[in-house]
RNA sequence: GCCGGCGUGUCGGAAUUGGCAGACGAGGCAGACUCAAAAUCUGUUGGCGGCAACGUCGUAUGGGUUCAAGUCCCAUCGCCGGCACCA
């Protein structure tokens, strides 16, 4: 709130309207005057204190890039969830680690910076001040001096110094190759930028450039990113995604040898069981071996083909439809059988996998079956589907199901039991070697764009690639007049000669700088670790904070992620611990993500659509604890929910009401009677196991209902203060400023988020009897009212006289299960 | 194409994991208060039949298991998400 002047709290209009029955209530729900005081207060008297005796929980937003166009309640939904589970753990006496950052190097930036015609140092200043209002009026528990900013030098130093020792452990490495390139963006991307064969931030079809670039060898952790996923207690759905995109696959390396020459063609198969039935070769066109297995006489055709294909994009590659290809006039002999088996090229192999060629089992692979009928290769069959050999093959059999046939002395085994066993028989013969192989590849880290960390490296003719001496960084990114991107493929900075030209550290001759930078990811990929000793200028993150307050216990944000920041993360984090920065191999041991809030009809808030609804209105007419129980009430957390403002009314009633039943029966000092004692803890119980499993959604349900019980018990004598009590520390983390507010006026002092968390006594929630259905042959007839622990007898007798004559026929079978039916089963 | 997830009133969604389907809320309808509206409060609200007690149908569709199925099994349809020539 910016407003300084505090409301009386008798004020009897609040800007909501009001009624004259409101108005000649004792107090009215002003929810403007409420939030007010206690914001006031709690910045006063912090409630979420490091007294260094309370075990932590590190509880963490995926952190917000700042765009220009502020917060809308899709963003407020995580934020909202994040907090509320951040105030349970307080109020389970942890010291919670709650902070807030922002992302705000990168492409999104940039553009809104390009379009806007400001300098992306000042519109993401803007933006960050804008955001940051706005992320208050959630009033979550943000720890604001731990605050991050991924552009400021004093941060972006230790991300340059993560690049660094990476080079140095030889995991960052240049190399010129084909990499996927935004036209629109104008820079390369990363394999995880690349959704369907278009740059995953604007949509543009990805092509092909040739580029010296900075990689990093992420594959080098290929095995632990995919085997530590067991150690994580995040959504399966998430798991899996990264275990597919890592792609592990186990089979063997064959060497085919070229006729008529000295070397082989090395082919990766998962189905080397099917040796003996390899036709014919494919190399992909980008193969080394390529040109110069054409012959005088398919060396023009040749050529043209490898020509053709570096023209496609990869979006034409991957639309299948018909198979390309050109035979090169070489043949490979089969190592098992001799048999000359005629090497063709084709785009449809991937060069960057395997080792880009592959040898082709038509019989039992449906792209090798497709090839071979357009071309009228040999197809032979070499299992027997369901124990038959084939007349014709109409379509590929790719089960490694039945007996092997045309296989010489593999014949008669089993294709499943030969596949597993084939790579160690083949090793034995000398003629390949078991192997594994993964999609995964390496990460390409340069962007040829302005907004991000410059690479600390200085290119020196005698030695080559030397990175900026660590006490010499930050390396600043120099300010510059054209930050827009040249598109030819160099980074805006290399347009600077005095920040470019400089010397050797090593040699001290003249050198050049890189200048490309780093990609977005860069800083989210280690951001976690930094809050907690976000001020230290002598390590990326304290030893002794590190081992105290990390790793983060839970992490929310949406599922977009999956693959992109959180593997990146994964690999940091497994570095930072390879070189002693940090203890642990996990950044993010708990991962919850919320679904998205869409418009009407599940259309994506855009701004383009017009379907964006801003939290800042909502919270001005309903109140900040209104919108907070709003955002989980409108459907399961981790599912995507169409926003409905006029939902909002619902929980805006639910908090007037409650804080009526709380001021009218607060000083009545009414018994607390067995009936209540039982509300009370089936309360505590529900709510409890509700948010224990995250059903936020639920937990307002709860409330709601419970509100309603105790309305009716207020009428009919009264509600005990012990169970208001109870009522207010549960909704205190769902809804904070009335819940303090109602504790305060319950006659406390202290913040309500001094106490512990409610526990409920089973015992008491206990219900001597039940109401139970009775059914005729699974149909409910009739209720009856029974005895928690009555016997069987009495109640098979009681149901039927509840049924009266309703029953007809001879009963065949009678059901009781005690509490809950009673099933009579008629003929 | 392959792999996941989902399908419940007018709408958002509940359902103790096999035990009274539709909690809670939105919206609608009716009433109280009001000159009137808003707000508030009360009642009502799945379909069909009936004045009514009640009957009957009903959780995408068709089948199955069970005393009992929204929940489990099989098949089909539809929607959403991920991967997509990875040999």
Redesign the pocket.
């Known amino acids: 709130m910016k407003n300084d002047v505090l409301p009386d709290l008798t004020e009897r209009y609040s800007d909501?309207?009001?009624?004259?029955?409101?108005a000649s209530m004792a107090v009215p729900y002003n929810h403007r005057a409420i939030e007010q005081k206690w914001r006031k207060n709690w910045s006063e008297h912090p409630i979420n204190e490091n007294d260094g005796t309370k075990e932590k929980y590190y509880c963490l937003d995926m952190f917000p890039y700042p765009s220009g166009n502020g917060l809308h309640v899709g963003h407020w939904r995580g934020y909202v969830i994040s907090d509320v589970w951040s105030r349970y753990k307080l109020m389970q006496n942890y010291y919670v680690i709650h902070p807030m950052g922002w992302d705000a190097f990168g492409l999104p930036a940039e553009n809104y910076a390009i379009k806007m015609g400001t300098h992306p140092a000042k519109s993401t200043a803007e933006n960050v001040a804008k955001i940051k209002e706005q992320i208050q009026e959630i009033a979550a528990i943000y720890d604001w001096d731990m605050e991050v900013n991924t552009t400021d030098p004093a941060f972006y130093k230790w991300t340059q110094w993560i690049f660094v020792q990476m080079f140095q452990k030889g995991l960052a490495y240049e190399k010129e190759m084909p990499i996927n390139w935004c036209p629109s963006c104008k820079t390369g991307l990363a394999?995880e930028e690349?959704?369907?064969g278009k740059c995953e931030r604007c949509g543009a079809d990805v092509t092909k450039k040739n580029l010296k670039q900075w990689m990093l060898k992420i594959t080098e952790y290929a095995d632990r990113l995919l085997s530590d996923l067991d150690k994580l207690d995040w959504p399966?759905?998430v798991k899996?995604?990264q275990s597919?995109?890592i792609?592990k696959?186990h089979?063997a390396e064959v060497v085919f040898p070229i006729e008529g020459k000295e070397e082989g063609i090395t082919?990766?198969?998962?189905?080397p069981d099917t040796l003996y039935g390899a036709t014919f070769m494919v190399l992909?066109p980008e193969h080394a071996l390529a040109k110069e297995l054409a012959t005088d006489d398919t060396r023009a055709a040749v050529e043209e083909y490898i020509y053709q294909s570096s023209l496609k994009s990869s979006v034409d590659?991957?639309?299948?439809?018909e198979?390309t290809g050109v035979f090169t006039g070489s043949y490979a002999i089969n190592p098992l059988n001799g048999a000359k088996t005629p090497i063709w090229l084709s785009?449809?192999?991937?060069?960057d996998?395997?080792t880009?060629a592959?040898?082709?089992?038509p019989a039992h692979?449906?792209?090798?079956f497709?090839f071979a009928k357009k071309f009228g290769l040999p197809i032979v069959q070499v299992i027997a589907k369901d124990g038959v050999e084939m007349e014709d093959m109409t379509e590929a059999y790719t089960e490694a199901a039945g007996t092997m046939i045309n296989s010489g002395e593999w014949n008669g085994m089993e294709s499943s039991e030969l596949k597993a066993k084939a790579p160690e028989m083949i090793e034995k013969k000398g003629f390949g070697r078991k192997t594994t192989?993964?999609?995964l590849r390496d990460w390409v880290f340069s962007r040829q764009r302005y907004w991000g960390e410059p690479i600390p490296i200085i290119h020196c003719p005698t030695c080559g690639a030397v990175p900026v001496p660590e006490e010499e960084l930050p390396l600043l990114l120099p300010d510059v007049d054209s930050y827009q991107p040249t598109g030819t493929g160099e980074s805006p900075l290399a347009g600077i000669a005095s920040w470019v030209n400089t010397t050797c550290p090593k040699c001290g001759a003249s050198a050049k700088r890189e200048t490309n930078t780093m990609p977005q990811w860069a800083g989210s990929s280690w951001y976690f670790l930094r809050y907690v000793d976000s001020k230290n200028e002598n390590a990326l993150v304290g030893r002794e904070k590190a081992d105290k307050y990390l790793p983060v216990d839970m992490y929310i944000g949406g599922?977009?992620h999956?693959?992109l920041h959180l593997l990146y993360s994964r690999f940091y984090t497994k570095f930072l611990c390879d070189i002693g920065v940090i203890d642990f191999d996990e950044p993010f041991q708990k991962l919850f993500n919320q679904g998205m809030i869409t418009g009407k009809n599940?259309i994506k808030m855009s701004k383009s659509k017009g379907n964006v609804v801003s939290p800042d209105d909502l919270v001005r007419e309903y109140g900040c604890d209104s919108l907070r129980l709003y955002e989980l009430?409108?459907?399961?957390p981790e599912?995507?929910?169409?926003w409905?403002d006029?939902?909002i009314?619902?929980?805006?009633?639910?908090i007037?009401?409650f804080f009526h039943l709380v001021m009218e029966n607060k000083d009545k000092a009414a018994e607390e009677t067995k009936e209540l004692k039982k509300i009370r803890n089936k309360l505590i119980y529900d709510i409890t196991t509700?948010l224990e499993g995250f059903?936020l959604?639920?937990v307002?349900?709860?409330f709601?209902?419970y509100?309603?019980k105790l309305?009716e018990m207020s009428r009919n004598g009264g509600v005990d203060r012990q169970t208001l009590e109870a009522f207010v520390q549960l909704l205190a983390p769902f809804a904070p400023h009335i819940s303090e507010e109602l504790w305060q006026e319950l006659g406390h002092d202290a913040s309500v988020f001094s106490e512990s968390w409610p526990v409920y006594d089973p015992k008491a929630m206990e219900d001597d009897e039940?109401?139970?259905?009775v059914?005729i042959?699974?149909?409910?007839?009739a209720?009856v009212t029974l005895p928690k622990d009555c016997a069987k007898e009495e109640a098979i007798a009681r149901g039927k006289e509840a049924l009266g004559d309703?029953l007809k026929g001879t009963v065949i079978?009678e059901?009781y299960?005690p509490g809950?039916?009673i099933?009579i089963?008629a003929k």
């Open positions: 909501k309207k009001i009624s004259r029955e409101e394999n690349v959704v369907n399966e759905k899996k995604m597919d995109w792609g696959s089979g082919v990766y198969t998962t189905r992909a590659r991957l639309q299948d439809k198979k785009d449809y192999v991937l060069a996998y395997g880009g592959i040898m082709c089992v692979d449906d792209r090798d497709a192989n993964y999609k599922v977009e999956a693959v599940g009430f409108v459907g399961p599912l995507d929910s169409e409905d006029r939902g009314e619902g929980v805006y009633r639910f007037s009401r509700r059903s959604n639920t307002v349900s709860g709601m209902e509100n309603n309305i039940a109401e139970l259905a059914q042959n699974g149909k409910t007839k209720t309703k079978r059901i299960v809950r039916i099933n089963v």
